[in-house]
């Protein structure tokens, strides 16, 4: 067995391994310490969030930095304020008995001037975000003329985030001839791009398979109606009574509201979004430490440097768009050495989903039924009895014993018991005896084969705050229609579908003549897709559709625009929309086209 002795490491830095009770390196550590500390290379260095890639990276770096000289000689890039400030906590425990050791963290949120004067003190390390880093570069508040040392940690997160352009800003301000050891869980085309851009013949190190997830981690499912949604995250969380969570939603709204209903009914939750303010994120993420919220609904985004080591679930509310994300989300948990697991609410439209997933992360994902309320009834009642057994006597109750004793002296032991967990028992029983089996086949909203349901394409979807709830309660109220008239919701990045019954059509045709929401025309057609699902020939069935046009535009030529979960979204023939209507425009506006 490998131990931090035999990596090489100085004595200041094992004393301060020996004082944080680390006791024999990561898979991780074993693999790159070694190599940083004796060799001057680049380095790509693949490992899932967890396996302690701070560790590895920075002892290294402590042990080659002269701590007497002043100069900035490491920079280390994260992507998130907190995932900064967690790296310099960490840098500063594994570097305590170095003596005029001064490690700087630089994030946005906190003055700057205050930044820049630890900076002039004399900081051998800094640890940023890429925004702060360029502003305070550009401002002549920092020099890194002179680093020898730069990491790029959780590349692909930082990538995603969208600092491409401000990290190649930093590095241009950077000696070429620095080591660069870049950290990621996974290696996309950006990742791999910045690599081969700034890196002379890195050395390759990878802990487990590329994109694949760690095996600490179980992948499960839950097949149900997209309605029942909220009802069997409810249950999920009933049926883990010691959950610590993060549930991921896709979007802003989303994440509020269903921290809002969780909140309202009586679990311990909070949202964690980019509308946050800084000291909003800053309570929230310290109530999550400290376990005053078990689950934490939050954005992919927001989520980014979340670094909690004892997650016990991470739940997959709706999926993201990109299957590195789920990578990302199920990392959050099965950390340190502890076991994890990752659920996934879906509807059947979404199983191409989980299919995609398991050929990325080279893991299957279980089918597990949605507990019914007996079940959960059951679960409840033997952990308050493990908690009972193993709550810890408070002797201060030994005064009351008496009178308790006298109130309770006509029970006998079997009745007391009983009335104890009748307690819990029928509060869980009152609400869950009428609860419906949320696995039952789907009704309505997954007709395939009504002959009298007509499919409509709209060009609004993800990109423009919606999700399949928010569309379907969007489109009901301006129809005026039932709960059950608007079904089979299918939400894409830029568009989406969904179906009436025929009777409907003239009235969706006419409601979305020459509409505009928020001053952009919406259109509305008609297709033959009917949405079908579990199809192998969906993209002949793309080619071959033939869409009569509706209103609010020209017939539509739509290009295929790509997917993480590959080919999902449809191919249209025909001539050219505007270009703020197709799918793979960036733009809200702009002239026509000429038709050829």
């Keep these: 067995m490998s131990t931090f002795q035999s990596l090489g490491l100085d004595e200041n830095l094992l004393q301060a391994i020996t004082d944080l009770g680390f006791e024999t390196p990561s898979e991780v550590q074993q693999k790159t310490i070694p190599i940083l500390l004796n060799e001057e290379t680049d380095m790509v260095s693949l490992a899932q969030t967890g396996t302690g890639k701070t560790a590895a990276f920075g002892f290294p770096m402590l042990q080659k930095i002269n701590a007497e000289s002043r100069t900035t000689q490491g920079l280390i890039l994260s992507p998130t304020r907190e995932l900064c400030m967690q790296i310099t906590n960490e840098m500063e425990a594994y570097g305590k008995y170095i003596k005029g050791l001064n490690v700087v963290a630089i994030y946005g949120g906190a003055s700057i001037q205050d930044q820049a004067k630890q ?81 002379h013949t890195p050395v390759e190190i990878t802990v487990g398979s590329r994109n694949v997830s760690t095996d600490s981690v179980s992948h499960e499912y839950y097949l149900v109606n997209t309605r029942d949604r909220y009802q069997a995250l409810k249950r999920l969380a009933d049926a883990n009574p010691d959950i610590f969570s993060v549930v991921f939603c896709r979007t802003k709204r989303d994440t509020q509201k269903v921290a809002e209903q969780l909140i309202t009914d009586g679990y311990n939750a909070a949202a964690l979004h980019g509308d946050l303010s800084q000291n909003q994120r800053d309570l929230v993420m310290k109530s999550f430490r400290k376990r005053q919220i078990q689950m934490l609904v939050a954005t992919d985004v927001a989520a980014r440097g979340i670094d909690v080591d004892d997650i016990t679930h991470v739940i997959n509310y709706q999926l993201p768009d990109e299957i590195e994300t789920y990578t990302h989300r199920s990392g959050r948990t099965g950390r340190a050495g502890k076991s994890g697991v990752s659920m996934v609410i879906v509807s059947k439209s979404e199983m191409r989903k989980i299919n995609a997933i398991e050929k990325k992360i080279q893991k299957k994902f279980e089918q597990k039924d949605i507990p019914s309320g ?3 009834c059951e679960v409840q009642l033997f952990h308050l009895a493990n908690s009972i057994k193993n709550t810890k006597v408070n002797h201060d ?200």
């Excluded at 301000?173 to 950006?190: G, R």
């Excluded at 608007?486 to 969706?508: Q, R």
């Excluded at 793309?542 to 009569?548: E, L, T, V």
């Design 119 to 199: 900076i002039k003190k004399g900081a051998q390390i800094i640890v940023a975000t890429p925004g702060r880093m360029k502003d305070m570069i550009g401002r002549r508040m920092i020099d890194i003329s002179k680093i020898e040392y730069c990491v790029l940690d959780e590349a692909d997160e930082m990538l995603n985030m969208g600092f491409y352009e401000d990290i190649t800003e930093i590095l241009s301000h950077s000696p070429k001839d620095k080591s660069t050891w870049l950290f990621s869980a996974t290696m996309p085309k950006e990742v791999a791009t910045i690599a081969k851009k700034f890196m």
């Design 374 to 376: 007996i079940e959960i």
């Design 397 to 596: 109750i030994d005064a009351y014993l008496p009178n308790i004793e006298e109130v309770l002296q006509d029970f006998t032991k079997e009745e007391l018991i009983k009335k104890v967990f009748s307690v819990e028992f029928t509060r869980f029983y009152n609400y869950y005896k009428s609860a419906k089996d949320l696995n039952s086949p789907p009704g309505d909203e997954y007709r395939d084969d009504a002959k009298d349901s007509v499919r409509y394409f709209i060009n609004i979807g993800g990109k423009d705050d919606f999700d399949w709830m928010s569309l379907k309660d969007f489109l009901r109220d301006l129809l005026q229609l039932g709960k059950d008239d608007v079904y089979k919701v299918d939400v894409k990045d830029t568009f989406s579908f969904f179906n009436t019954d025929e009777k409907h059509m003239d009235l969706v045709l006419g409601i979305f003549n020459d509409f505009k929401l928020d001053g952009r025309n919406i259109s509305v057609e008609v297709s033959k897709d009917r949405g079908g699902r579990g199809r192998k020939d969906r993209g002949s069935r793309g080619r071959d559709r033939d869409r009569s046009r509706g209103s609010g535009g020209s017939k539509g030529g739509f290009k295929k625009r790509s997917s993480g979960y590959g080919d999902d979204k449809p191919k249209f023939k025909g001539k050219s929309r505007r270009k703020s209507e197709r799918p793979d425009s960036k733009g809200t506006g702009g002239r026509r086209r000429k038709r050829s």
